[in-house]
């Protein structure tokens, strides 16, 4: 079905898939179709009863989708995971039994050097995960303000040297457009120390591509569709990768909200439609940490519609 070699090793697959809890007649999600190994394993669960929908913006994770599969229960739709709710009333499914998610950009898109994902080569500075639409991360660098970029350099990217950062691009590209990685990486240079050199352009990086893809919005509406589609007992399983992500998918098991805002009710009673099913975090053990660096950071959060 996939190639690790084209994609990456799925990280926490038999957690993640556990957690899932299914039912050989369900019908599940797999948002972030990617290489394809998390609906694998899905499938391997599935009778021909059971339907799972694999959901991904990226025409790579399309082009592996294209595999055999005689129970016919497969299908793959190439769109952002935030339009989860229209597909599924497209596809005429009132409610499904679990959805899981792994968050975090795949080895592939960082190993793509062309994709502009990574400062470790020259590039085109793209970013995005769906080519055939929206700005790219040399248009952001070249047209927002130095507030804007400042905001996103802060809070995508917890960048303490935010504004200088913002103030140094701006000047840069008063004088040439801001066009490449490595472009971008010199730019930046003199603020950024070389104890905290890969570090911190990871960061700027990460935040560029987060507003890119407009992730973080993408994210919380994708898992309001997600609470509102999962019938009572259906389960949602989520792999996050930075601390960004992962408050929120944490806030809306807890509250149902993106805030973390608690609700009651008359008699003082938490009213959220989730709880949280592993009390503690899952993370990878060692084995699979040295396995797959990648998955290091990886936190497994599921939880189960009230």
Request: aromatic content about 8%; overall charge neutral.
């Amino acid at each position: 079905m996939t190639n690790d070699n084209i994609y990456h090793t799925p990280v926490l697959l038999k957690e993640s898939v556990n957690g899932l809890a299914i039912k050989p007649e369900g019908v599940y999600v797999d948002v972030t179709f990617g290489g394809g190994g998390h609906s694998q394993e899905i499938l391997k669960n599935l009778s021909s009863e059971g339907r799972l929908y694999g959901l991904d913006q990226d025409a790579d994770a399309e082009r592996n989708a294209k595999f055999s599969n005689k129970k016919g229960n497969f299908i793959f739709v190439r769109t952002n995971f935030r339009y989860l709710h229209n597909w599924m009333r497209y596809y005429e499914e009132e409610y499904i039994d679990g959805l899981i998610a792994d968050l975090g950009v795949s080895s592939h898109h960082f190993d793509d050097f062309s994709r502009g994902f990574s400062f470790r080569q020259d590039a085109p500075l793209d970013m995005r995960m769906n080519a055939r639409a929206g700005m790219t991360a040399a248009e952001i660098l070249n047209r927002y303000s130095e507030q804007q970029l400042a905001d996103i350099f802060y809070l995508y990217g917890e960048l303490r040297q935010a504004r200088r950062l913002a103030a140094t691009i701006c000047q840069e590209r008063q004088k040439t457009t801001i066009q490449t990685t490595q472009q971008l990486a010199q730019v930046v240079e003199k603020h950024i120390g070389k104890d905290r050199e890969k570090k911190d352009l990871a960061r700027l990086f990460q935040a560029l591509r987060i507003e890119v893809n407009d992730e973080m919005t993408a994210l919380k509406e994708m898992l309001q569709a997600a609470t509102n589609l999962l019938r009572t007992g259906g389960r949602l399983s989520v792999i996050t990768y930075h601390s960004l992500e992962d408050r929120i998918v944490k806030n809306y098991i807890r509250s149902g909200n993106a805030e973390g805002k608690l609700e009651t009710d008359f008699y003082g009673r938490r009213q959220a439609p989730l709880k949280m099913i592993n009390n503690k975090v899952i993370t990878p053990d060692d084995d699979e940490i040295q396995r797959n660096p990648r998955s290091r950071s990886a936190k497994l959060r599921i939880a189960e519609k009230i």
